[in-house]
């Protein structure tokens, strides 16, 4: 019986590689073949700290690499430029990507199961017409965040550009401790343009997201 093939990619950050290595080696272990894609950056650091140990789960896993768009010398800490910079480059990057290894893998890319926050994987899988899935390795918190940012704007909490407008605690569920809006997620990185940027893409990819599918 022959494999199925899923593409799995995170965002280029610690908190969301690992959970997602993670769910990629149950899924090696269940019989999937999964092509893991990094950036160029992260990459080296996967592949330094990756077992030369071959058994059959690995056998049913390859790790491959884009660009991040970045330059060499670049601060990828700075997540507004490197999210920025993947949105515009990753899509046709990702796509040469799929296009090359269904040209020489007998068991062609079925799905693409994407980190929630990267809805641009999700258009290009839309585009070439490869199921998808998103994979929220946050905390159950943030999620319920990501999606209650209409809500948010619609009660006044935050404006159109997540920006809090006051100055009062809020409680998205009877189930969770109450939240400072100071400290959401996009709200709190010191920079109000780095704030817009994530915030964008929560918004926007957030959205992509639950109308795909999150598995959590």
Same mark, same amino acid.
């Given at each position: 019986?022959?494999?199925?093939?899923?593409?799995?990619?995170?965002?280029?950050?610690?908190?969301?590689?690992?959970?997602?290595?993670?769910?990629?080696?149950?899924?090696?272990?269940?019989?999937?073949?999964?092509?893991?894609?990094?950036?160029?950056?992260?990459?080296?650091?996967?592949?330094?700290?990756?077992?030369?140990?071959?058994?059959?789960?690995?056998?049913?896993?390859?790790?491959? +690499?884009?660009?991040?768009?970045?330059?060499?010398?670049?601060?990828?800490?700075?997540?507004?430029?490197?999210?920025?910079?993947?949105?515009?480059?990753?899509?046709?990057?990702?796509?040469?990507?799929?296009?090359?290894?269904?040209?020489?893998?007998?068991?062609?890319?079925?799905?693409?199961?994407?980190?929630?926050?990267?809805?641009?994987?999700?258009?290009?899988?839309?585009?070439?017409?490869?199921?998808?899935?998103?994979?929220?390795?946050?905390?159950?918190?943030?999620?319920?965040?990501?999606?209650?940012?209409?809500?948010?704007?619609?009660?006044?909490?935050?404006?159109?550009?997540?920006?809090?407008?006051?100055?009062?605690?809020?409680?998205?569920?009877?189930?969770?401790?109450?939240?400072?809006?100071?400290?959401?997620?996009?709200? +709190?990185?010191?920079?109000?343009?780095?704030?817009?940027?994530?915030?964008?893409?929560?918004?926007?990819?957030?959205?992509?997201?639950?109308?795909?599918?999150?598995?959590?």
């Amino acid at each position: 019986m022959r494999n199925k093939h899923v593409v799995v990619i995170p965002y280029p950050a610690q908190g969301h590689v690992i959970p997602l290595m993670e769910a990629a080696r149950c899924f090696t272990s269940n019989g999937l073949k999964v092509t893991f894609v990094n950036t160029e950056f992260t990459h080296k650091q996967v592949m330094s700290a990756w077992s030369d140990q071959q058994d059959g789960e690995n056998d049913l896993m390859q790790i491959v +690499c884009i660009t991040d768009g970045l330059e060499p010398g670049d601060n990828r800490e700075d997540l507004g430029k490197l999210t920025e910079t993947m949105s515009r480059v990753g899509p046709n990057k990702l796509e040469e990507l799929i296009e090359g290894i269904n040209k020489v893998d007998d068991e062609k890319i079925k799905c693409i199961i994407a980190d929630y926050c990267m809805g641009w994987v999700i258009r290009v899988a839309q585009k070439m017409g490869i199921r998808q899935a998103t994979f929220c390795p946050s905390s159950a918190a943030v999620l319920a965040l990501t999606m209650s940012v209409q809500k948010l704007m619609d009660d006044e909490v935050i404006d159109s550009n997540g920006v809090p407008l006051k100055d009062q605690m809020v409680q998205l569920s009877t189930t969770m401790p109450s939240m400072d809006p100071a400290n959401f997620a996009w709200a +709190c990185t010191g920079d109000p343009v780095r704030n817009q940027i994530i915030f964008d893409i929560m918004i926007l990819d957030g959205k992509e997201a639950a109308d795909v599918g999150i598995q959590w």
